[in-house]
Each structure stands twice: as structure tokens, then as C-alpha cells.
């Protein structure tokens, strides 16, 4: 390629979730030319990619950069972070349920310094997104799924819920929204709904697979492009003639900025890596939403129809107070023994599990390298089960106990023959909270490290307009930028960032 096509009016790092929406959105002017540097392959024609119900055979998988997490001494140190290799990002990987994020979390992220990004100014933003995002269908209703969804409610007393996106809720069971196409079990994934439909016809798009971005490249203050090597282990220099938008995620972002000398003067110092400038917050905040699980054995199979094996879920709100709920299920047509099986508890051959999720965290994390070599993989110590007073841990173990009441309630109870994991035998607050943290694992929603935060917090990484705060021509777009953790899954949230991102450029149609 010569070199004077190297040169792009922005350049786009990571053509995932976010980066799928910034790329299609700026293309829509025929006079912007952006390219996108995508360390993965294309999706288009990869049935084992674009199958919703095939996500399970992703994991650790050869599009997987599957990253491990540093020792947890109150949690689990077993989980693996799975980040999808591929165009779209974890939209290609993930299981697509789709909420949008609650007006508290929203007005959260204001009151923490992202100022213009309150819940009445982000409305406006879901009802752009391209993806198809329908309740699940009928025909993927699974039986016991709906007994589940009637006995949580008759349970709890929980509204029942068609739609959780059709106004906000503090409580509620249901089945899940999902981004996927339901006739064909198809994804509509961020690369499917923005970036294929236009990926052939715009010649202003440049899309480089299997291409890794290693350092940005900086003049002074100034991001001037980014250093890559391509699949054959060429390596070049991209430069962006406005801007480069980094969209390589809350694992990867992060990990970028500090290969670049973006980043704690003394951790940059103590491995070698020059520092181009001192950013302390890059890195820090790493969320997550940890959750457990409790299993049941059933009578015998289970009906087989589903759109992903986690169709439907529960959200609680246990302290009145709160702001949104405090407590979240994911149901599961399973038996998901990976975490309670390393505990020494075995597999039934048929069986469902649920999953109390944390979706207001409160203990912190932090990614950081460890070595100056962009090859190694960075440092994730997520802390968790950490925060002083406890919530975290308390909250899976509120979720174990309100587990057991639905399951003791008909029509669900019928179905389940036993408790395989904890097991009926374990009662008390401190074996049960033992268990769940054991036992837990992560829903993949990493987020935070590059927080958003007003342009005078010393620790944040953007300002509000997502520009990295101290340098020019670089903005990060991305799970990194969440100042804090949505209630809910975070894809819908990742999207209205990426659309949001567009009008802060201002350079599309
Ligand atoms: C298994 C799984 C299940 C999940 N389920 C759900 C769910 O049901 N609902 C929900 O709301 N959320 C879910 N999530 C979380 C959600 O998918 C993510 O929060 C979101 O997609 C993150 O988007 P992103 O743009 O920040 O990063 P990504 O979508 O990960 O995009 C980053 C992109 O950058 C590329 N990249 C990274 N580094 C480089 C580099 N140095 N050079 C070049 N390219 C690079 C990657 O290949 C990738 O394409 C799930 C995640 C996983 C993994």
C-alpha cells in the first residue's frame, strides 16, 4: 500500500461495539474518510459467530483474547475475561440481551462529571441505534422459563414485565430484550447492523482486519496516528489528518494508552516505557457486574427451544432507597457448573441455574502491565468483594436466599428435583457468602478504565466530550470512558456512547 494512503481523516482503533457505530456514522458524509484497525477477522459469512445461540462456542475460543484475572483473595481467581476478536467486537460474541440504561444511571454519570450526558439529554440517542431489538420471540419461550418468570413474580411480588425497555423499572421479571433477528436466530450485532449493510459500497471506509494497534503516535500534545502490525507482521504508521477515536475497550483502551506513555508517571517509569504524558486515572476504576450461582437438577430434559439459554431474568430492589434496583437474576436453561465444578460439586446431566448479579458494585478494580512488551497481556485485578462494608458480598447472598424462595414456588418447583450448588445443607451468612464468591464468575462486563469525568478531575481520562483530557485529536469511545456501572447489561449503553461520540466529532453527515 503506498504510503500517502495511510492517511485518513480519522482513525478509528477497534471495530467493536462502539467502533462499529463511530465508523458507520462518519461515512455517512462521502467527504470524511475514516479508517477502522480491527485486531480480529470479519464476521460477514461466519455462521458460528453470527448464530446468537452458538455464543457459548466462543469462549476461550481462537477469537477470544481471553484474559485472565489477577489472584482474588476474597473472590474467585479463576475467571476468565473473554474479549471477542472479531469485527463487531463483544456485540459479536455476546449474548445480546438489550437494555437500555436506566435514567439513574445516567444521571449518575453526570453527577460524577460527565456533564451533558444526564438521562434527558441520552433519550434521544436509543431510538438512533440501527440494531433489531425485540422481546424474545414467542416460539423461543421455553417452558420452563415461563415457570420461572410466574414464580418469581407469585414469589416476590414482582411486576411482570413485557418490554423492559418501555419505561424504567426498579423491579420487574420477564423475558429479555435481545438485538438478534429472531426468524433465524441471527445477531444484529453492531458490525451487522452499521457496518454491513454500507462496508462494500463506501469507498471513504477502510476497514484493516487482523490489524493490532500498538502505539499511538503523538507529536508533542497532538495524536498524530497510530503504529500497527498488520496479520503478516508488517508494521505501519496510520495517520489521522482530525482524530483518532480509540474503541478498543475497557481492557484494551486502557492497556493502549499505556504502551503510548498515557498513564501513571510511576508505573510507566518502573517499566521503561517513556511517559508522553502523566494520566493517573488510566487504568484505575475497573468495574464489573460479578454475580454466582445457585443450581438446580430437573426431573429430565427440558423442552429445547431458546434464543440464547438465558432468555429471561429478575430484577429486585431490596433497599427502597436505592436508586433502580439493587439485585438482578439472569436464568438460566442450564446447568452452568463451570465455577461450583473446580468447588468439587458435580454437573447434573439436566438442569437450570439463576444468577445474582451485583448491578450497582462498590468495590473498584485496576488494570495495569506488566511488562513494556505490547504482546503481553495487561494486569486485571478486578478486587472483587472488597468494598468496606460488605454490599457486594451481602448482595449474592440476599440473591441465594430470594433464589430458593422462587424455586420452593409452583409452577417452577415441579420442575426441580434438587439443589446441586450450594446445596440445601448450606444456611448460614458466612458458608453462603463463602460459596457465592467462590463461586462467581463474571457476565463480561468489564468498564471504567478510562473514566469520563469533568476536565478538572485529576483522575479522570476524558472530559465530557470525550477527548483524553491534556492531549489533542484523541478521544476514547467505549466501555472504558463509563464513569460508573449502568444497573443493567452495559451493550445498549456502549452503543448510545458510540452515537453520542459521533455528534461530540461532529465531522459525519
Ligand atoms: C460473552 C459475553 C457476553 C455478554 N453479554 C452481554 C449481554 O447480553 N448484554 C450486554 O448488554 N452486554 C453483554 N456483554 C458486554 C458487552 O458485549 C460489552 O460491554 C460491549 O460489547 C463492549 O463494547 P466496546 O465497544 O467497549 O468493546 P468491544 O466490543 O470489545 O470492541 C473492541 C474492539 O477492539 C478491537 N481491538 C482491541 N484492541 C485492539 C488493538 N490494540 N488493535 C486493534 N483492534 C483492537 C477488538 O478486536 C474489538 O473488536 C457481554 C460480553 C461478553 C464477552
Redesign the pocket.
Known amino acids: 500500500m503506498p504510503e500517502n494512503n495511510l492517511v485518513y481523516d480519522y482513525v478509528v482503533?477497534?471495530?467493536?461495539?462502539?467502533?462499529s457505530v463511530i465508523a458507520s456514522r462518519l461515512t455517512e458524509n462521502p467527504d470524511v474518510t475514516v479508517a477502522v484497525?480491527?485486531?480480529?477477522p470479519s464476521d460477514v459469512g461466519r455462521e458460528d459467530v453470527l448464530t446468537l445461540r452458538r455464543?457459548m462456542g466462543?469462549?476461550g475460543g481462537e477469537l477470544d483474547?481471553d484474559y485472565p484475572t489477577t489472584e482474588q483473595p476474597r473472590g474467585n481467581s479463576h475467571i476468565r475475561?473473554?474479549?471477542?476478536?472479531?469485527?463487531?467486537?463483544?456485540?459479536?460474541?455476546?449474548?445480546?440481551?438489550?437494555?437500555k440504561p436506566l435514567p439513574s444511571d445516567w444521571d449518575e454519570w453526570e453527577a460524577a462529571g460527565a456533564r451533558g450526558w444526564g438521562s434527558v439529554s441520552m433519550e434521544a440517542y436509543f431510538p438512533r441505534l440501527k440494531n433489531n431489538i425485540v422481546p424474545v420471540d414467542e416460539k423461543d419461550r421455553n417452558a420452563i422459563a415461563r415457570d420461572f418468570v410466574d414464580s418469581a413474580h407469585g414469589a416476590l411480588g414482582v411486576p411482570l414485565v413485557e418490554g423492559f425497555n418501555r419505561k424504567p423499572f426498579t423491579e420487574g421479571v420477564g423475558f429479555f430484550d435481545?438485538a438478534y433477528h429472531p426468524e433465524d436466530n441471527k445477531r444484529s450485532s453492531?458490525s451487522v447492523a452499521y457496518l454491513h449493510p454500507v462496508m462494500d459500497e463506501r469507498s471513504n471506509l477502510t476497514i484493516l482486519l487482523e490489524?493490532?494497534?500498538?502505539r499511538l503516535e503523538l507529536d508533542g500534545t497532538r495524536a498524530e496516528g497510530v503504529h500497527?502490525r498488520t496479520a503478516d507482521g508488517e508494521e505501519r504508521l496510520i495517520r489521522a489528518r482530525r482524530e483518532v477515536v480509540v474503541?478498543?475497550?475497557?481492557?484494551?483502551?486502557p492497556?493502549?494508552l499505556l504502551h503510548s506513555g498515557i498513564g501513571p508517571r510511576a508505573d510507566l517509569d518502573a517499566l521503561g516505557i517513556p511517559v508522553v504524558h502523566d494520566l493517573p486515572g488510566v487504568g484505575e476504576n475497573l468495574l464489573d457486574h460479578p454475580e454466582s450461582v445457585i443450581v438446580w437438577e430437573t426431573h429430565g430434559p427440558l423442552p429445547e427451544n431458546s434464543a440464547m439459554d438465558s432468555d429471561a431474568g429478575l430484577f429486585v430492589r431490596r433497599d427502597p432507597e436505592h436508586q433502580g434496583p439493587d439485585l438482578m437474576f439472569h436464568f438460566y436453561q442450564i446447568p452452568f457448573t463451570d465455577n461450583p465444578e473446580r468447588l468439587g460439586y458435580q454437573r447434573p446431566e439436566f438442569g437450570v441455574s439463576m444468577t445474582p448479579n451485583i448491578p450497582k458494585p462498590r468495590s473498584r478494580g485496576r488494570l495495569y502491565l506488566t511488562s513494556a512488551d505490547p504482546s503481553v497481556k495487561p494486569a486485571l485485578d478486578f478486587r472483587y468483594f472488597t468494598d468496606e462494608d460488605d454490599h457486594d458480598g451481602r448482595t449474592l447472598v440476599d440473591g441465594i436466599r430470594i433464589a430458593r424462595e422462587i424455586a420452593r414456588t409452583e409452577p417452577l418447583a415441579s420442575w426441580l428435583k434438587r439443589e446441586v450448588c450450594p446445596g440445601p445443607e448450606i444456611l448460614g451468612d458466612a458458608e453462603l457468602s463463602a460459596y457465592a464468591r467462590k463461586a462467581a464468575h463474571t457476565?463480561?462486563?468489564?468498564?471504567g478504565t478510562c473514566r469520563m469525568g469533568a476536565a478538572d478531575d485529576r483522575l479522570a481520562v476524558v472530559d465530557p466530550e470525550l477527548r483524553v483530557r491534556g492531549l489533542e485529536g484523541l478521544r476514547i469511545a467505549?466501555?472504558?470512558v463509563f464513569p460508573t456501572m449502568p444497573a443493567?447489561?452495559?451493550?445498549?449503553?456502549?452503543l448510545m456512547v458510540?452515537e453520542r461520540a459521533v455528534d461530540l466529532i461532529g465531522g459525519g453527515a
Not at 482503533?13 to 467502533?19: E, P
Not at 484497525?37 to 480480529?40: H, P, V
Not at 490489524?211 to 500498538?214: G, H, I, N, Q, S
Open positions: 482503533i477497534g471495530g467493536g461495539t462502539a467502533g484497525i480491527e485486531g480480529g455464543w466462543l469462549l483474547y475475561h473473554s474479549r471477542a476478536r472479531v469485527l463487531g467486537g463483544c456485540s459479536s460474541h455476546n449474548t445480546l440481551i438489550a437494555f435481545l453492531a490489524t493490532w494497534a500498538y500497527v474503541c478498543a475497550g475497557a481492557v484494551d483502551s492497556r493502549l457476565v463480561y462486563h468489564p468498564a467505549d466501555a472504558s443493567v447489561n452495559p451493550m445498549i449503553g456502549v458510540g
